[in-house]
Each structure stands twice: as C-alpha cells, then as structure tokens.
C-alpha cells in the first residue's frame, strides 16, 4: 500500500492559460463555481491557484484590472502552487513533506513533462494514511493546515494537532454514538467551522506505552478533520450583500448631504454678524438658532437611529395608556417641528383610554411623533386614527385625506433622507427602528394627491377592548406598485386580513423574520426584481413554511421551498383573496360564499389527463385523454376551463410541446409532478395532494381561468 502513487490521490480542477484576461477567467468561474482555478501556461504547467469568489469581489472593487493577464498579476485572490510528480510513492511525498518548512496550501500532480494533472487530494490522502499501520503519518498531519483530531470511542482526546488546537478547542470533546462510516456536522449554530469523522483501523498496540506521543490503538478510534463552511464565507459577493451595502451607501450619503446645509447656513450668518448693526443682529441671531437646534435634532436622531439599527438602544418596559401617550406624543411633535396640530380633528372609532400598549414610553412618543411631523409637512382634509389588532400586535393605522404621497418618494421614504425634509424623513427611518426594537413594524401605503396610511405595530399590554377589530392572519406585501398596492390592501381590509407592505428585497426579509406572517405575496415591478426578492427571502428558514403567491408573468424562480402559487399578473385583488380563503387559511378548508369573488357555477369543463386516480366530480363535465396528443385535440374542440394533470412525473417533459395545454391552470395530484410542472415557469398549478378537496381546487382554476 505503502507504494501506491500520488496519481491516485488526485482531484480533477479547472484550468486557464496564463494570457487569459481576468473578466475572461471570472466569467469561467460563474458558469461552475469550482472551488479553484489553475493557472497554466502555455506547456501546461501549474503556475498558481485562482481563489474565484475572491477575485470576483476584487473586480467589483478595482474594475480598471480586469483587462489584465491573469498569469502576471499578484493578489490576494492568487495562491502558489508546488508540483510533485504524479509518479511519487505516498512514503516519497512524507520525505519530501518534512523538509518543507509548512505544508503547502495547494500541491498540484504533474507528469513526466511537468504538465499538470490534477491537485492532491489532502483529505483523500490522510484518510488512506489513518487507516492502515505503521503511524508516521502523525508527524506529517501534525503539520497539515486542517483541524485534525484523534479520539477513542470513549471520547476521550488522544492527539490533536497544532491547527485543531488553534481553531477548535471550544469544541472538545466529540463523541460518536455509532462506529461505523463517515459523519459530517455542523458544530452550532453561526460556527464558521463543520466536522467530518470517520472510523480508524489501527494494530493492536498501547497509547499510554508509546514513546514521545507518537503511538497506536489498542482500541477503536476516530479521526476528526474540521473544514470551513463556505456559505458562512464573509467574503462570498452575493447579490443580497450587495444590495445591503449599496443601501448603507445611499443613506450615508444622503445624509452626509442633509447635514451640510444647517452647517452651511450657521457660518455664512456668523460672518454677517460681523458687519451688520447691532438691531440687525437680533433676526441673524435667530436664524443661527434655528440652523443650531436642526442641526442638532438631525445629528440625535441619526445617533438613535444608529443605536437602534444595530440594537444597542436600551428599552425601559411598562405599561402605557394610548390616550396619554396619543397626545404627549402630539406635544413632542409640535416641540420638534414647531407646528400647531392640537386643533386636528382626528376621527378615532375606539375610546384611547381603554387602550393600553407595553414598551418604553419615550421611545413609543417619538414614534408618533415623527408620524405626525410628516403629516404636518402636508395639511389634508381629514384625518383618523384606526385600532385593530392583527394576530398579537395592536395596528394603529394614521390615515389621511387629500394629500397623500409622491410616487418618486415611496421607493426611498424609509430607506434614505429626502432633500427638503431631511430632519423629518430621519424621523421616520428612526421610527422604523423604534417598532423593530418593540418586537412591531411600520409601513405604509399612499398614492399621490390622494391619501395616505401609516400602520404601527406594537405589543399591547393586555387585553384589548372588545369592540376592537380582529384579524387572525397578517400578510407581508412585497411590491412598489403604488396603485396595486391600494387596490389589494382595500380587500384584504374587507377581507378582515392584516397587511404590511415591502417595497426592497431587504425590507421583505427584516419583515418576514420580525412578523413572521401568514403569507408572502409578491408582485415585481419597475426597479423591483422578482429574482432579488426571492434570493432575498429564501436565505431566511421562515420561508419554507410560509405559503408564497407570485403575482407575475414571469417563470417562477428554481430552488423555492414550501408552497409556492403563481398567479397572472392581470389578476384581480378578488381572486388573491379567494386563494387566500379556500387555500392558505387553513389550505382548502370548508368553502365559504365571498362577495369579493363569485363563485363559478359548477358547469365547469375539465380535462383529465391520465388515469393514475380515481377521482369524483359530480356537475361538471368531465373529459379523459390519455396522453398529450389527444389532450391536445380535445382542447381545440371542447374549450376546457381546467387540465387535470393524472400522468407520471417524467411525462412533465413533453408538455413543453404542447401550448395549448400550457395556458390551462393545471392541477396536479403528486407531490414530483407539482415540482416538475413548476420548473416550467409559464404554468399556473394548483397542487391538490388530498383528493377530497378536488372540487374546491377544481372551481378556485376554473376562477384564475375566468380572469385570464
């Protein structure tokens, strides 16, 4: 065994030549994603290692390289390599092993002309190493860059070498219910590291009679190697990182921006004080005061803001009645903003008084206080106040009429300071973070010259009066459709459902993991990318459990999790809460009348393709082909209004070929056919696993059909 080559012990890697430009080699990179690239030159010869998702990230930020050769440029996405030949015995290469100073990070196999085969395969090799005898292998691993360990099957430690020693001690001891086969596992929760193990097969000697450390087993044993996880790698660019940092970039700057112009204003009128009268000095005098006193609100807000942001804002915890809270927070505003609004005339349906929330009475002030600081930007009509409490929250919705909100500023009203209304727009952002910190959240809805909607929620105190509106479900909006968005929150209301609205893929996700909510609906458009708001909200576990509707055109996006619907982008808000109803809440529960969305009449048309089920529907007209071909010809006749999918999974293929089918919404009977027609991306499936519920699934398509 000892003889064996290293030819053995190879691993296959991607290759570019030396005079490969480094846009080239990145753009070969992202069609794989290997782990490596070598750089070779033009005898293939290992001249170095190519680390990908570092190089990507350095030409995001030094794009003016990426014309550059990548066999003459030095960086730190670049890593040596040394050669040995592939034809090396395994006691050849631990020779050579010692008179390095450090083991290698990379060692490349070549043959006899140098050109290269292939990289060593380290794991690979020590595992052949562990399981046979003689052990002077533990002097070569001893050196090796990866956390190794070695334990009896009692757990206890017997070895370890320098780099386990370093990185994993933390994590000692690991024990192994069962002897048998390799194991991998993450360590926690967080932990940049995972453990793989596997059994030893050693000849009987003692551990304890050993000279200098250095021994094998009497009895049985594991060998632990640690290995980075790379999804936990800080440096992988993804896009959701991306878009986080561009984010922080734009708030920095917009307020960087605001901050200059109080400042500006301060020392152009202390130079006019200097050359004016005495008497004139009063009003100058009063505009420094003013610029002072923004300036500094501005500069305490985003300090709060800040605090807030990454949760180091202490919260003091009581009890708070509404109807005081209601109006010192009118108070504060008026002390922030400098306007009168005591004489608004609020139109509130519940007593304030009975009312009672659980938070930090401060911090709860400020954030109706900066709500109503926007409302003074903008005199309305009417104004309204309206209680409700959606699933364990307390919803309080500021509403008003007349006014409403520019479509340019919704995108960015909760994200960045607006120019002209830097100080309240900063008020806002810190609002958002005051209802985060109390377990809550805040958004709204508007449409310009028209009206707007401000919804809070926040933890109440205990029970809450019983005229007060109840909402068991809340669902998480994700759209900047200004119009959509009116249009579907006005029958979810109806409806008796709770709302919050997102208009980024990072608001989606901080809302889903603060709320947690009955459903996601997202509906793209504009600037809003359904494949950003789905990288988004798939890095959260939550989503697999939360049922997602796609209102779109578009193919739904591979790799979702959970139950996914697809509905067309023309739909009406009635036909999302008729899916609301009889699908998610609970999932095909008794059917009940709507007047939101008529019910069809049971004279339906369907089309069943296949007969792996036995399946009922009495009132409906029923028709049976066998296979796609004969689907086809009885869509051209008959005109079905629902295509009932009853084939094997692997026939999901040729559907492709058949457009008429495709226009249908198809329901489908097996788990593997769902997931295969879904991959389709232009098909709107309804999955009906429980054939008792085949009536219901069957009316709410043949409803997407009527709309279509």
């Given at each position: 065994?000892?003889?064996?080559?290293?030819?053995?012990?190879?691993?296959?890697?991607?290759?570019?030549?030396?005079?490969?430009?480094?846009?080239?080699?990145?753009?070969?990179?992202?069609?794989?994603?290997?782990?490596?690239?070598?750089?070779?030159?033009?005898?293939?010869?290992?001249?170095?290692?190519?680390?990908?998702?570092?190089?990507?990230?350095?030409?995001?930020?030094?794009?003016?390289?990426?014309?550059?050769?990548?066999?003459?440029?030095?960086?730190?996405?670049?890593?040596?390599?040394?050669?040995?030949?592939?034809?090396?015995?395994?006691?050849?290469?631990?020779?050579?092993?010692?008179?390095?100073?450090?083991?290698?990070?990379?060692?490349?196999?070549?043959?006899?002309?140098?050109?290269?085969?292939?990289?060593?395969?380290?794991?690979?090799?020590?595992?052949?190493?562990?399981?046979?005898?003689?052990?002077?292998?533990?002097?070569?691993?001893?050196?090796?860059?990866?956390?190794?360990?070695?334990?009896?099957?009692?757990?206890?430690?017997?070895?370890?070498?320098?780099?386990?020693?370093?990185?994993?001690?933390?994590?000692?001891?690991?024990?192994?219910?069962?002897?048998?086969?390799?194991?991998?596992?993450?360590?926690?929760?967080?932990?940049?590291?995972?453990?793989?193990?596997?059994?030893?097969?050693?000849?009987?000697?003692?551990?304890?009679?050993?000279?200098?450390?250095?021994?094998?087993?009497?009895?049985?044993?594991?060998?632990?190697?640690?290995?980075?996880?790379?999804?936990?790698?800080?440096?992988?660019?993804?896009?959701?990182?991306?878009?986080?940092?561009?984010?922080?970039?734009?708030?920095?700057?917009?307020?960087?921006?605001?901050?200059?112009?109080?400042?500006?204003?301060?020392?152009?009128?202390?130079?006019?004080?200097?050359?004016?009268?005495?008497?004139?000095?009063?009003?100058?005098?009063?505009?420094?005061?003013?610029?002072?006193?923004?300036?500094?609100r501005l500069i305490q807000t985003w300090q709060d803001y800040t605090r807030a942001l990454w949760r180091e804002l202490e919260l003091q915890w009581e009890t708070v009645e509404l109807a005081s809270l209601w109006l010192r927070s009118q108070e504060l505003a008026e002390h922030l903003y400098g306007q009168?609004?005591?004489?608004?005339?609020?139109?509130?349906?519940?007593?304030?008084?009975?009312?009672?929330?659980?938070?930090?009475?401060?911090?709860?002030?400020?954030?109706?206080?900066?709500?109503?600081?926007w409302l003074m930007l903008f005199p309305s009509d009417r104004y309204g106040l309206r209680l409700s409490r959606w699933q364990n929250w307390l919803a309080l919705q500021l509403w008003e009429e007349g006014h409403g909100i520019p479509l340019k500023d919704h995108d960015r009203l909760l994200q960045e300071c607006l120019e002209d209304y830097a100080e309240v727009t900063m008020g806002l952002m810190l609002a958002r973070q005051l209802c985060r910190l109390h377990n809550g959240e805040l958004s709204f809805i508007a449409q310009a010259d028209s009206s707007s909607e401000w919804t809070v929620l926040l933890p109440f105190a205990e029970e809450l009066p019983p005229e007060l509106p109840t909402t068991a479900q809340l669902i998480l909006l994700v759209s900047n459709d200004a119009t959509w968005i009116m249009d579907t929150t006005s029958a979810l209301r109806r409806s008796h459902y709770g709302y919050m609205v997102a208009r980024h893929p990072l608001e989606a996700l901080d809302k889903l993991e603060q709320l947690q909510p009955s459903a996601i609906v997202v509906r793209p458009a504009s600037s809003l990318i359904l494949a950003d708001v789905v990288e988004s909200l798939t890095t959260s576990s939550f989503t697999a459990t939360v049922p997602l509707i796609i209102i779109s055109d578009e193919a739904t996006p591979l790799g979702l999790t959970g139950f996914v619907q697809r509905l067309p982008l023309s739909s009406h808000p009635s036909l999302l809460i008729d899916v609301l109803d009889?699908?998610?809440?609970?999932?095909?529960?008794?059917?009940?009348?709507?007047?939101?969305?008529?019910?069809?009449?049971?004279?339906?048309?369907?089309?069943?393709?296949?007969?792996?089920?036995?399946?009922?529907?009495?009132?409906?007209?029923?028709?049976?082909?066998?296979?796609?071909?004969?689907?086809?010809?009885?869509?051209?006749?008959?005109?079905?209004?629902?295509?009932?999918?009853?084939?094997?999974?692997?026939?999901?293929?040729?559907?492709?070929?058949?457009?008429?089918l495709r226009k249908l919404p198809i329901i489908t009977l097996a788990e593997d056919s769902s997931r295969a027609i879904h991959q389709l991306g232009d098909v709107v499936v309804f999955p009906c696993l429980n054939l008792a519920d085949l009536m219901d699934v069957v009316l709410l398509a043949a409803t997407v059909k009527a709309q279509s």
């Open positions: 065994m000892n003889s064996l080559s290293l030819a053995s012990f190879t691993k296959p890697a991607m290759t570019v030549g030396a005079n490969l430009s480094l846009r080239e080699v990145c753009q070969r990179w992202q069609e794989t994603l290997p782990e490596t690239i070598v750089i070779v030159d033009e005898q293939q010869k290992p001249l170095g290692v190519v680390q990908g998702w570092r190089l990507a990230l350095s030409l995001e930020r030094e794009a003016q390289f990426a014309d550059l050769a990548v066999g003459s440029v030095t960086a730190s996405w670049r890593s040596p390599v040394v050669a040995v030949p592939a034809t090396w015995t395994r006691l050849q290469f631990q020779g050579w092993l010692r008179s390095q100073p450090q083991m290698p990070a990379y060692i490349a196999v070549v043959d006899a002309q140098g050109c290269f085969l292939g990289l060593l395969d380290q794991q690979h090799l020590l595992y052949r190493w562990a399981c046979q005898p003689p052990l002077p292998w533990l002097e070569v691993i001893e050196q090796l860059p990866v956390p190794i360990q070695i334990q009896n099957a009692q757990g206890k430690v017997v070895w370890q070498n320098w780099a386990w020693s370093k990185h994993l001690t933390d994590f000692l001891p690991l024990i192994q219910p069962k002897f048998e086969g390799m194991n991998c596992q993450a360590l926690e929760a967080g932990s940049l590291w995972q453990v793989c193990s596997f059994p030893l097969n050693l000849t009987s000697l003692d551990w304890e009679k050993a000279e200098g450390g250095v021994a094998v087993a009497s009895d049985r044993y594991w060998l632990f190697f640690a290995q980075r996880r790379q999804e936990a790698d800080p440096m992988t660019p993804t896009r959701l990182h991306q878009l986080r940092l561009h984010q922080q970039k734009r708030l920095l700057l917009s307020l960087g921006h605001e901050l200059k112009n109080p400042l500006t204003a301060i020392l152009s009128l202390t130079q006019l004080l200097w050359q004016h009268p005495l008497p004139e000095q009063q009003d100058y005098l009063a505009l420094i005061q003013r610029s002072g006193w923004q300036m500094n009168n609004i005591s004489r608004w005339q609020w139109q509130i349906e519940v007593p304030l008084s009975s009312v009672y929330l659980y938070g930090d009475p401060l911090r709860l002030r400020q954030i109706f206080a900066h709500l109503l600081g009889r699908w998610c809440f609970p999932r095909l529960a008794t059917l009940t009348e709507k007047s939101t969305c008529e019910r069809p009449l049971l004279n339906q048309t369907v089309l069943r393709l296949g007969l792996l089920h036995e399946i009922n529907l009495p009132h409906l007209r029923l028709l049976e082909a066998e296979d796609l071909e004969q689907a086809d010809l009885l869509v051209e006749i008959w005109q079905p209004d629902v295509l009932i999918w009853d084939l094997p999974a692997d026939e999901v293929a040729h559907l492709e070929n058949h457009p008429k």
